[in-house]
């Protein structure tokens, strides 16, 4: 299966600022997703990143919030804008490895923990 | 859209008993199936999946099956194990689309 890198593990901010995570793949990949998860509650999609164009964002999540970059297919980053306390919460980055049959795997990254104080 | 309810939402059982999680999808079109197992400071790990042209799918002492008439699929663990302690989401898909999550299912096995 595909390594998922991602940078940073944790961080703690203050409000009003940002931050990029990245996202490295050891390996080419279709698609990249970029999830939320809130504390102690499922998996959210924010949006998939799109290789050379832009990423297409789930209803509840905008470009100018979070903006993201995929510039090839093994690497991709998802900024946290003008962050508050709501924004506290793990994102994590999937790929679409090619598997068997009709449909593709998906594999998670370890997640970056954002504190927003 | 895709929404997937997922029972229970918290499971103890006995070091060596089995569980079962349920989830159920609504979507009929759905035909992806996998269940991801996240321990605490971890990402999501997958432990086994299914398509929708399969009943039933084992590995090891893990198992799932689909009811697609139904529209639900189960996770099944058997002689489960303290290091099987951990939250467990189901998810569905179809086709290329990202995946939905069911709430998840926090297992404790107690020794």
């Known amino acids: 299966s595909a ?3 991602q940078k940073p593990s944790r961080d703690i901010c203050q409000r009003g600022t940002s931050l990029t995570i990245q996202c490295q793949v050891d390996s080419q990949v279709t698609m990249m997703f970029w999830y939320r998860q809130q ?9 998939t990143a799109n290789q050379g164009s832009e990423a297409t964002y789930e209803s509840g999540f905008v470009i100018d919030k979070f903006p993201i970059s995929r510039p090839n297919l093994t690497f991709s980053t998802l900024t946290v804008s003008n962050m508050s306390p709501e924004d506290s919460s ?4 999937s790929v679409e490895e090619l598997g068997t ?17 | 859209g895709e929404n997937v309810e997922q029972h229970p939402s918290t499971l103890s059982v006995q070091e060596g008993d089995s569980a079962v999680i349920k989830c159920t ?14 321990e605490l400071g971890k990402g999501p790990q997958l432990i086994i999946d299914i398509r929708s042209n399969v009943g039933e799918k084992k590995d090891q002492r893990i198992a799932v ?6 529209k639900h699929f189960s996770l099944h663990i058997t002689e489960t194990q303290p290091e099987d302690s951990a ?4 998810a569905a898909s179809r086709g290329r689309r990202a995946l939905t999550f069911g709430s998840g299912t926090r297992l404790q096995v107690q020794p």
């Open chain 1, 101 to 117: 049959g009709a449909k593709n795997i998906q594999y998670f990254g370890a997640g970056t923990r954002l504190s927003v104080l």
């Open chain 1, 3 to 5: 390594v998922i890198s």
């Open chain 2, 65 to 70: 099956t689909l009811n697609k008439t139904a």
């Open chain 2, 25 to 38: 999808y609504s979507d009929s079109a759905s035909n992806y199936f996998p269940w991801y197992k996240q």
């Open chain 1, 90 to 93: 793990i994102y994590l980055c």
């Open chain 1, 39 to 47: 504390p102690g509650q499922s998996l959210t999609l924010i949006a």
């Open chain 2, 87 to 90: 939250v467990y989401f189901c």
